[in-house]
């Protein structure tokens, strides 16, 4: 599992990585901090203006107003007394308990029985996130071990499926990195525990813009990379090898974007499209 040291060390090097160019001349450029940020990923005008936000004024932007960034560790010093006087806020306490530095958001979904909860921890929309989930007995919940859990910084989506032809209730998640890419995972809750079933490469919204020998013979400019055109490859569950019990599909679309190489700052249209399937059976 990665530290917050290895974030900030490894996150420092690529935005470095990141802020540097060529001209047409193959001489070096720095770009500047918000096209940096943006190639840093996710590529996202909103993000570094975000970003922007809280390097300079201390603040963070949201859609209902500002938060500061000292009014999230009042708000969990305050929510940190409540009483557990229900399953809800038994679980928002431990939450808070347990992320004493500061919780920005926490969304919280049940299975259709109500007997699972799945916690969603917010510190940073998008950045820095983390999931768990309890089973519900007796007005108590007994959070469940995870088996290999989702490395990615932030949890782009995760829900609870109930498939009924299997007769198990699983945990489908996609992470997502501070560079822009991800992972699909798929759990199977049994005996109390959340047993890994799946991992692959499913989400990615940044291209990565380099530089190949073959591109420009391929797309007519030299710097391309690729996202899906969705930023992730869509799920669906349905029987592939007709033993009657559902497998996974994840399918999508992934872009060529290309960078014209008489401008570090314009980005084309796609180059190619190419349509993506994986097939997994369960």
Request: aromatic content about 12%; overall charge negative; some cysteine.
């Amino acid at each position: 599992m990665e530290s917050v040291k290895d974030s900030v060390f490894w996150g420092v090097r690529w935005l470095y990585h990141k802020a540097q160019g060529t001209t047409t001349e193959n001489k070096r450029l720095w770009r500047d901090w918000k096209e940096a940020v943006i190639k840093y990923g996710p590529p996202k005008k909103e993000y570094a203006d975000s970003v922007w936000a809280i390097y300079k004024n201390g603040v963070k932007p949201e859609k209902s107003g500002v938060i500061k960034l000292w009014s999230v560790i009042l708000f969990c010093l305050l929510f940190s007394g409540v009483a557990p006087q229900s399953i809800q806020s038994a679980a928002l306490n431990s939450v808070m308990l347990d992320n004493p530095t500061g919780v920005e958001n926490v969304k919280i979904a049940y299975t259709s029985d109500r007997e699972y909860l799945l916690v969603e921890i917010s510190q940073r929309e998008d950045w820095w996130e983390d999931l768990s989930v309890g089973k519900i007995k007796d007005g108590n919940i007994k959070w469940l071990n995870i088996s290999n859990p989702p490395v990615e910084q932030a949890i782009l989506s995760a829900k609870f499926m109930n498939l009924n032809d299997v007769g198990a209730t699983f945990l489908e998640v996609y992470g997502l990195t501070h560079a822009g890419h991800g992972f699909f995972h798929l759990y199977e809750i049994k005996n109390d525990s959340l047993n890994f079933l799946l991992e692959t490469e499913a989400v990615d919204f940044n291209p990565d813009i380099r530089w190949a020998p073959d591109n420009y013979k391929k797309y007519g400019q030299r710097n391309c990379g690729e996202i899906y055109s969705n930023g992730t490859l869509a799920s669906r569950y349905q029987d592939i090898n007709g033993d009657g019990k559902s497998d996974v599909i994840l399918s999508g679309v992934q872009a060529i974007i290309c960078e014209a190489d008489d401008s570090h700052e314009a980005i084309d249209e796609p180059k190619a499209l190419i349509p993506v399937e994986k097939k997994f059976v369960l």
